[in-house]
């Protein structure tokens, strides 16, 4: 009985670890040499469903102290998106708030409390996924901050470049499918993410 028991135990044992991971990824970031903040990115799995979660800060002055923090909240489900939530504060105020959330075979878009034209189409890779899966054979992918579609170009060597709708260029560098490196255009200044070892 004991023994049977035991056996239970393993093949539970076995198949929860299979429908439940996780993985945190940590990154310093770099402006001209120097660390002005770090970001976490993580992921859970239970069955089919994933949340992948990411928090920044960035501090920097430029005439004035500039502190910045980025949250975002990303909801896959069965490879789809199926909820998007990002908050940027700048200084501590409310700078940026955008939600996505699939609803009858669409998608609905919130941006700044402002209703934006819904997405029809099914979305399977959006921006926070560039840091866990390496994007081999994707041309697009969904900016979960903007409500809207970003184009992405393989430089070969495990290096790609996004491009946004304003024309603003990031280049990922991975390794082992992992983001291990990025170079992003913030608008007020570029700076570097290099992944913690």
């Given at each position: 009985?004991?023994?049977?028991?035991?056996?239970?135990?393993?093949?539970?044992?076995?198949?929860?670890?299979?429908?439940?991971?996780?993985?945190?990824?940590?990154?310093?970031?770099?402006?001209?040499?120097?660390?002005?903040?770090?970001?976490?990115?993580?992921?859970?799995?239970?069955?089919?469903?994933?949340?992948?979660?990411?928090?920044?800060?960035?501090?920097?002055?430029?005439?004035?102290?500039?502190?910045?923090?980025?949250?975002?909240?990303?909801?896959?489900?069965?490879?789809?998106?199926?909820?998007?939530?990002?908050?940027?504060?700048?200084?501590?105020k409310q700078?940026?708030?955008?939600?996505?959330?699939?609803?009858?075979?669409?998608?609905?878009?919130?941006?700044?409390?402002?209703?934006?034209?819904?997405?029809?189409?099914?979305?399977?890779?959006?921006?926070?996924?560039?840091?866990?899966?390496?994007?081999?054979?994707?041309?697009?992918?969904?900016?979960?901050?903007?409500?809207?579609?970003?184009?992405?170009?393989?430089?070969?060597?495990?290096?790609?470049?996004?491009?946004?709708?304003?024309?603003?260029?990031?280049?990922?560098?991975?390794?082992?499918?992992?983001?291990?490196s990025a170079?992003?255009?913030?608008?007020?200044?570029?700076?570097?993410?290099?992944?913690?070892h």
């Amino acid at each position: 009985m004991i023994l049977y028991f035991f056996i239970l135990n393993l093949i539970y044992s076995q198949n929860n670890s299979e429908l439940n991971s996780n993985k945190i990824l940590l990154y310093d970031i770099i402006y001209k040499n120097k660390n002005i903040g770090s970001l976490k990115a993580t992921y859970s799995t239970k069955g089919d469903k994933t949340i992948y979660h990411t928090s920044s800060t960035i501090g920097i002055k430029i005439i004035k102290q500039i502190d910045v923090n980025y949250t975002y909240e990303v909801s896959m489900e069965n490879n789809l998106l199926k909820k998007a939530n990002v908050d940027i504060l700048v200084n501590g105020k409310q700078h940026a708030k955008t939600n996505t959330h699939w609803q009858e075979n669409k998608y609905l878009i919130t941006k700044n409390n402002k209703v934006q034209d819904p997405i029809n189409t099914t979305i399977k890779y959006s921006t926070i996924l560039l840091y866990f899966i390496e994007p081999m054979n994707i041309t697009k992918c969904y900016s979960e901050q903007d409500g809207s579609f970003n184009s992405i170009t393989s430089l070969g060597n495990h290096t790609y470049k996004k491009t946004n709708s304003k024309g603003k260029e990031n280049n990922y560098t991975y390794k082992n499918g992992i983001l291990e490196s990025a170079i992003v255009d913030g608008g007020i200044i570029e700076f570097e993410m290099k992944l913690r070892h």
